[in-house]
């Protein structure tokens, strides 16, 4: 690959000098105290660690992990060829000491304390995932300096926030392929994520072998499913990193994938297949009400609980899935049942009429309860979307809460009242490319409900990563780093709330995340290197590097309102391969470019106004390496006026900071080039607008979702 890359061009260094503080450190999610010592501690090849405890295959294994990563980190050869955990910890540099082996669980104790001095690290905690808690945060203080990496002196007392630290990915829309569920695993247990929500099964496909019931992936998967040795392994790699997995199996509607392996369980006949549950192209002159009646009017597959055979086939089915899913919680969804295809069956509706039952939310309920019943028979509690919860739920069953209307704080504090607890994925949802500050700003307890109240009913979060938009190309620049920073806003304090210093942790741990976890970089050199048929891949990644998806379900709301779109832009089958396929949510250049702006503005210094000229006209002759590469390149072609866009509002900005033309007419110039084209917009809008107009708006507190 013939490519001249940089990320960040020459920001990087930006933030990184100085005497380090607290503040400085960086730590994701930020430990609940840290106080900084004098002094530090310098790996040298004399590093090795010891460890006291009753005996943990998994913190053993932590440990080799740290070691080894560290090593290659550093660069520095450590004596240990390996970690058996009988090594004598007195003649250790870094002794772990904990008390006791426990499996991954919600509510497992998972506080530690860190303590580094010039001489020694010392780790210890009640447990052994504890400890593995703990060797993260002590990783993340590595710092390189010229002679060498070193930890500052600190101690660190650390413990949680919330119980339950989750993310959820969409398996069933877009198959995720194993070895990237994997991959999140490992970033998920670099920022302190307890739980893995894996949404097995939707209209669009069932992603799990089934022994008992084959037909769900021989009809139901279109070939892409894990099979139950992949499953196995994915829970015993998270459960060694201290994360649970949770399968969703989405009922009784969202449930096609399901039907067209088995259409008894159905409310009515049909040909069944894996498939979208809305035919959205059959709509004369599309408009977004129109498509909301669709919604709420059209009869879609939907399981029938009025059978007994029904129950037959989910008991054995979820006896099944528990032998390979251990973790004590089982998701069944729930969620988006408009009823219609109850309402318009006169058997069901007749069931209805004998029990009593006056709107079909009733009979939702009578079918949760009897799931409830069963889960229960294989020692799993229930979880449901937010729609699940009503006055006969019993109050074991987890409600999930996730839709970002108004009244969500009424809701939890019904729900909490009602003494059922809650995981929040409200403000957390991935799929409306919202930029990490708005998750980060968004606290899972509402204002309205007391310390007591949440502490018993609010178990905490999830992000979740709906996959309408997202495939295995693109899961992790879609996913990571933005979860990150919903991680610390779920392990470390309410009060921390600074979205600048968080950004400024986010680019160090995205860094770490790559080195050791996810493969994000790859992937977003990956697409763009498609477009330039492996030639020079600078032009194209400097134009991704400052533009990022619109925001909210604009591009989802744009393909179903384009007549004879919606098929060809959002099957299983589209290719995701466009540049708001490859761009990040957040633009770590546009940051920094902002801060560059932001100094400008405020100290009018030499310095400043050379380094933000400097980076204009990069942007600017851009275009002509960009579109002599487009000469060959098709993609490159359709997307040149984003490239025209980017040169000619940096060469606007160029013309107002060398006091040219007129500053009205700059600013609705820029206006104009900043509007959304393919799906993405400039990410340095304001920052080119200040150097217009000499004041830098603040970033919006919250977008609209269409």
């Not at 002679?147 to 829309?173: H, Q, T």
């Not at 259409?263 to 498939?275: T, V």
């Not at 229930?382 to 019993?394: H, K, L, R, S």
């Not at 761009?583 to 106004?609: I, N, P």
């Amino acid at each position: 690959m013939r490519i001249i890359f940089t990320t960040l061009l020459i920001f990087s260094g930006l933030l990184s000098a100085g005497a380090q503080a607290p503040d400085s450190l960086n730590l994701m999610p930020r430990p609940q105290a840290v106080k900084l010592q004098t002094g530090k501690f310098v790996f040298t090849g004399r590093f090795a660690i010891g460890i006291n405890g009753p005996g943990s295959p998994k913190l053993i294994a932590a440990a080799n992990r740290f070691y080894l990563t560290l090593g290659k980190r550093t660069g520095v050869v450590f004596p240990q060829e390996y970690i058996s955990g009988k090594e004598n910890p007195a003649d250790a540099q870094l002794t772990i000491s904990y008390q006791k082996s426990i499996n991954a669980a919600i509510g497992m104790d998972e506080s530690y304390t860190l303590t580094v001095t010039p001489e020694k690290i010392a780790l210890t905690a009640p447990t052994d995932i504890g400890a593995g808690r703990g060797l993260e945060t002590l990783y993340q203080l590595v710092t390189p300096a010229g002679s060498g990496f070193y930890c500052p002196a600190v101690e660190i007392n650390d413990v949680p926030r919330f119980k339950w630290r989750g993310l959820m990915i969409d398996v069933a829309r877009h198959f995720i392929p194993f070895d990237v569920l994997k991959r999140n695993v490992d970033a998920m247990a670099i920022v302190k994520m307890n739980v893995l929500h894996l949404h097995l099964s939707d209209d669009e496909g069932f992603r799990v072998e089934s022994k008992v019931y084959p037909k769900l992936q021989e009809n139901g998967s279109n070939g892409s499913f894990y099979t139950q040795d992949q499953v196995k392994e994915l829970v015993n790699y998270a459960h060694d990193r201290g994360i649970i997995i949770v399968p969703e199996f989405d009922l009784p509607g969202h449930c096609s994938s399901i039907l067209a392996a088995y259409p008894f369980l159905a409310s009515y006949p049909a040909s069944y297949k894996p498939a979208r549950r809305f035919n959205v192209d059959t709509i004369k002159n599309p408009s977004l009400g129109k498509i909301m009646q669709l919604i709420n009017q059209t009869q879609t597959p939907t399981i029938d609980p009025t059978k007994e055979t029904t129950y037959v086939f989910f008991d054995r089915f979820f006896k099944e899935m528990s032998g390979i899913f251990p973790d004590a919680y089982l998701h069944v969804g729930a969620d988006e049942n408009n009823g219609v295809a109850w309402k318009q069956n006169p058997q069901i509706a007749a069931f209805m009429k004998a029990k009593s039952m006056k709107t079909t939310d009733d009979l939702q309920a009578y079918f949760v309860n009897r799931m409830h019943g069963i889960a229960q028979k294989y020692n799993k509690r229930i979880i449901g979307w937010e729609e699940t919860f009503n006055a006969t739920v019993p109050q074991d069953v987890i409600i999930q809460k996730w839709k970002p209307a108004a009244p969500a704080d009424t809701l939890v504090k019904s729900i909490v009242g009602h003494h059922n607890q809650v995981i929040v994925s409200a403000g957390y949802y991935l799929d409306l490319y919202f930029p990490a500050y708005i998750h980060y700003l968004t606290d899972p307890v509402p204002a309205n409900l007391t310390a007591t109240a949440a502490d018993k009913g609010i178990l905490g979060g999830e992000a979740a990563m709906w996959s309408e938009l997202v495939d295995g190309g693109n899961e992790e620049i879609r996913v990571w780093p933005r979860t990150a920073a919903i991680a610390e806003r779920f392990w470390s304090a309410a009060g921390v709330r600074d979205a600048d210093d968080m950004y400024r942790r986010l680019w160090a741990v995205d860094f770490e995340l790559n080195d050791r976890a996810v493969n994000e970089y790859g992937n977003y050199i990956k697409i763009p290197d498609r477009w330039v048929n492996d030639e020079d891949l600078n032009p194209a990644i400097t134009l991704c590097n400052v533009y990022t998806q619109v925001k909210g379900y604009k591009r989802l709301m744009a393909a179903l309102l384009s007549p004879g779109e919606v098929h060809a832009k959002t099957t299983l089958t589209t290719p995701l391969v466009g540049i708001a396929d490859a761009v990040h949510t957040d633009s770590e250049t546009g940051w920094y470019f902002r801060h560059w702006v932001a100094t400008y503005l405020d100290k009018h210094d030499a310095a400043s106004l050379a380094q933000i000229k400097s980076q204009l006209q990069r942007w600017q002759s851009n275009k002509a390496r960009f579109d002599a590469l487009a000469a060959n390149s098709p993609y490159l072609q359709q997307i040149a006026d984003l490239s025209d866009n980017l040169s000619n509002a940096a060469g606007i900005a160029l013309q107002a900071l060398n006091n040219e033309g007129i500053k009205d007419d700059q600013l609705k110039q820029l206006q104009q080039l900043e509007k959304p084209h393919h799906d993405v917009q400039l990410a340095i809008g304001q920052s080119l607008e200040a150097l217009v107009t000499g004041k830098l708006k603040p970033e919006p507190a919250a977008y609209s979702m269409f």
